[in-house]
């Protein structure tokens, strides 16, 4: 085997190994946290973030069961039996066990001197399945999960040393989640160059520098106004919803789970850019964007108008321009990248991995996951078109 395609499994193996490490702490953490407040009386702060836990778990395990049903016959050929294995998506193991089954794959190809085209590309099959679900997760439970452990904080005024563990374990959950699903986007594409350093970089700033306002945004609306944030997550999270079901998203097998993908997107729209159909992408980016700033800015006129400091004494003057400042380095590094370090800026089909290749007899009979083909050619629009 080339030592470069033994660093790279190796890579991809320790990748899933920390993916795995990382959703084991941040679960940890949230349950220690959740603890704590009981044991101080804060019970209905538990039960959010119990809440949050379990809403997120149920639907990693639907999406996880939905696409192993929908899979080809016999691609899985060390599945556990059909009961078995609803029975660990109803005890809540779908996902851990997701990841077992792409530590194993990853570790058979690793270890084989000249891995098999078939063992390659169901090692793919597998992690690309793991990026979705793993992204999915971050924005069901990682992003709620920060952004009320953050609203905590302000209104109490204080932060406990648990509460800072579930804040960092949830900025690197998050941080990775993008990254890791951006990367897997990219190994979808008919050239198969991986990211370069200087594009990671930059595509990883940029997610966490307009993410984090909106966060901060959430978490001081829910400091300050705990009894309608509901109702605001609820309001926007319909508009969102009835805008997806207008572009006629075709992700999942069958109309019912189409449903639970759309309202998962909605979720992540919430808070994020997540591009789920093609054409005119630019165009639906820059909607989003200023629908999600017009809110924003909605909800700090209406902190102005109520209150000049948060319940922790803590000057909106100070935070709202560090808000500020990283929504406009975000968006100048987003328009950097998608001008000069976009794949499609600079794409060339090569001998071995080009379009050719794809539409070879042989490669159409390896496993493909078609899933996250699709999202590849919404995202990387042009590098098919060529």
């Known amino acids: ?45 538990a039960a959010l973030v119990l809440t949050l836990l379990g809403l997120s778990s149920v639907a990693l395990q639907v999406f996880s069961w939905v696409w192993l049903r929908a899979d080809p016959p016999g691609l899985h050929v060390s599945q556990p039996p059909g009961r078995c294995l609803a029975l660990l998506h109803l005890l809540q193991l779908g996902y851990l066990y997701r990841c077992k089954q792409g530590l194993q794959q990853g570790l ?8 098999s085209e078939f063992d390659l590309a169901y090692a793919d099959f597998l992690s690309l399945d793991l990026s979705m679900l793993r992204l999915f997760e971050t924005f069901l439970e990682k992003t709620p999960q920060l952004t009320l452990i953050l609203a905590i904080m302000l209104q109490s005024g204080q932060a406990e040393h648990y509460q800072w563990v579930v804040v960092c374990t949830s900025f690197v959950g998050i941080s990775w989640a993008l990254l890791d699903y951006h990367q897997a986007l990219r190994t979808c594409l008919p050239s198969k160059r991986h990211l370069r350093l200087v594009s990671s970089v930059i595509y990883f700033l940029w997610n966490l520098l307009l993410l984090w306002p909106r966060v901060l945004a959430v978490a001081l609306f829910s400091a300050l106004f705990p009894c309608y944030v509901a109702l605001h997550f609820l309001g926007l999270w319909l508009v969102l919803l009835s805008w997806v079901w207008l572009q006629g998203t075709d992700f999942m097998p069958d109309p019912c789970s189409e449903w639970l993908y759309r309202a998962t997107v909605a979720t992540i729209l919430y808070f994020s850019w997540f591009n789920v159909a093609e054409g005119h992408t630019r165009g639906r980016a820059t909607i989003h964007l200023v629908f999600l700033l017009s809110d924003s800015v909605l909800m700090v006129v209406t902190w102005l108008t109520h209150s000049a400091w948060l319940p922790s004494g803590l000057p909106l003057q100070i935070l709202l321009p560090v808000g500020g400042v ?6 100048v590094l987003r328009l950097v990248y998608y001008h000069w ?15 050719r290749a794809l539409h070879s007899p ?25």
């Open 1 to 45: 085997m080339p030592w470069s395609l033994r660093a790279k499994l190796l890579t991809d193996l320790l990748l899933v190994v920390w993916g795995t490490a990382a959703f084991l702490i941040n679960l940890g953490a949230n349950l220690w946290a959740a603890s704590q407040y009981v044991l101080q009386g804060r019970y209905v702060w």
């Open 108 to 115: 058979l190809v690793w270890q084989q001197e000249v891995p």
């Open 326 to 331: 990283s929504f406009l380095l975000g968006l």
């Open 341 to 355: 370090l976009h794949p499609s800026c600079h794409w060339e089909p090569d001998e071995v991995d080009g379009t």
């Open 362 to 386: 042989e490669w159409s009979q390896l496993p493909q996951n078609r899933r996250m083909i699709r999202l590849a050619q919404n995202f990387f629009p042009k590098t098919w078109e060529r």
